[in-house]
């Protein structure tokens, strides 16, 4: 099984848990998992294309996925992925 | 309500003063009751906003992984971040509500000519199309 870490904000739609377990050899497959158990969960970390949306990170262990494969990256068995919320900002005005 | 223990806070301010005058940023770290929330840490991080950072930051999500497996091994939050503004009030910018998410505190220093200069916490709307004042205590408005 693969553990997935929820962020406190999108805790809400996991009916609070903080961490989910589901099957995958991808990570596509184990975030598609995810969003077919928590549905709304979908519209957070997705795109309309389906791309997972700019303002979120998916660490595989301690990797950004976006630096592995991607989706495709493969999974065993134990693997840790987490969600991180990108964050920044500033007083800049623009 | 967002209340931050003395060591939080002096970590705090001291890495927004030690970045002056660029943006600091960082991590809180604490547990939740109800709509209290208490920061018990705070991780000072690097800025990784490539360009001008005296009026912008980003946090390494590198760090956020970090602080969110400490968090989950001391059983409590990442309850939000922090920042400052060099030689600018502690308000929420179009730019930090940009690029925040909802729930989270967010944590805005004031740090004006190396001096601490004051602080506000905002909380962003689920739709980010606003942020509302959050009660925020610190150890030297409760002295």
């Known amino acids: 099984m693969i553990k997935i870490l929820i962020p406190t904000p999108l805790r809400q739609y996991t009916g609070h848990k903080d961490t989910v377990e589901v099957a995958g050899a991808t990570v596509g497959e184990a975030l598609g998992t995810l969003t077919t158990k928590f549905p709304d969960l979908r519209r957070n970390l997705f795109n309309e294309q389906g791309a997972l949306r700019s303002f979120v990170n ?14 495709s990256t493969a999974l065993r068995p134990g693997d840790t992925l987490t969600i991180v919320p990108s964050i920044a900002g500033g007083s800049h005005a623009g | 309500m967002i209340r931050i223990e003395r060591e939080a806070w002096r970590v705090m ?35 990784v906003y490539e360009g001008d950072q005296k009026d912008r930051f980003q946090l390494d999500p590198k760090d956020q992984v970090a602080a969110e497996r400490k968090a989950r091994q001391l059983g409590l939050n990442v309850l939000g971040f922090f920042h400052s503004h060099p030689n600018e009030d502690a308000y929420f910018s179009a730019t930090d509500l940009k690029n925040s ?13 190396g001096r601490f200069s004051g602080a506000k916490s905002f909380i962003a709307s689920e739709d980010q199309a606003s942020a509302a004042p959050e009660e925020l205590h610190y150890y030297d408005s409760e002295s």
């Open chain 2, 101 to 113: 998410w909802p729930w989270y505190s967010n944590v805005v220093v004031s740090i004006r000519d």
């Open chain 2, 13 to 47: 301010v001291d890495h927004a003063l030690a970045c002056f005058p660029k943006e600091c940023c960082g991590i809180m770290i604490g547990a939740v009751d109800g709509d209290t929330r208490t920061a018990s840490q705070a991780v000072p991080c690097a800025n």
């Open chain 1, 58 to 71: 998916v660490y595989l262990n301690d990797e950004d996925i976006r630096y592995l494969g991607k989706d």
